[in-house]
């Protein structure tokens, strides 16, 4: 697996691509933005980890950059306040890691967002007046184009799955966030009201709240 380190503290840097090494990565590594796109544009990484507070250019920015390409990104940073975690979820960050952080914690994350990747064949989901598309990330409600960020599509694609069935903060945070995610019930919640939202723009609550439980996504056909 090929692991983009994107870092502007020398020190952590080689101590990164030491580790990640160690641990069976090919690592590539550098300390700008602008050289971290160059090189996930020559040689592809599947998953990159980015410090936030980079000196050419935001992490959050080189994250949306990156996830354009498909690359699997953990933000690598101090800033872990909710604003920022949010914001960091919206540019399309599959984790977030605060420092000081165990090498062996990142390692593992590492290895549970390469895993995250959706293998399935399957193209389309269908739930009564929705369709997803998981080819082309795009969801849509009575024909209607749903305007999601990639975090939100990730949620709405988990509860399709699971439609009918309640499901827990937790195994919503370990599913769409990840093992051992910094993410809290909070942030959860707030995606889940943006999430509930963009769905009623279109038609009918589908989406309910079960009190001192979690959510469940319910079928809206007649």
């Known amino acids: 697996m090929r692991v983009l380190v994107v870092e502007d503290d020398q020190s952590l840097r080689a101590v990164l691509e030491m580790g990640l090494g160690a641990a069976g990565f090919e690592v590539m590594t550098t300390g700008l933005a602008r050289d971290g796109a160059k090189e996930a544009e020559r040689r592809a990484p599947d998953v990159a980890v980015l410090d936030v507070n980079l000196p050419d250019e935001s992490g959050f920015a080189l994250c949306a950059r990156l996830k354009e390409r498909g690359v699997m990104v953990i933000l690598l940073t101090v800033r872990t306040a909710v604003d920022d975690r949010l914001h960091g979820f919206e540019v399309g960050a599959d984790d977030y890691l605060g420092k000081p952080f165990a090498l062996k914690e990142l390692v593992a994350r590492i290895r549970a967002v390469s895993r995250r990747q959706d293998a399935t064949a399957v193209r389309h989901l269908r739930l009564g007046s929705l369709t997803v598309d998981l080819e082309a990330m795009r969801a849509q409600r009575y024909g209607h184009t749903l305007d999601l960020t990639r975090r939100e599509m990730d949620l709405l694609v988990y509860f399709v799955r699971n439609a009918g069935r309640v499901l827990t903060r937790d195994q919503i945070l370990t599913r769409v966030w990840g093992y051992d995610t910094e993410v809290d019930g909070g942030v959860l919640d707030v995606y889940v009201s943006y999430l509930r939202r963009k769905l ?22 007649p």
């Open 200 to 221: 009623e723009t279109f038609g009918p609550r589908m989406l309910e709240t079960v009190r001192g439980l979690g959510y469940r996504l319910n079928d809206d056909a």
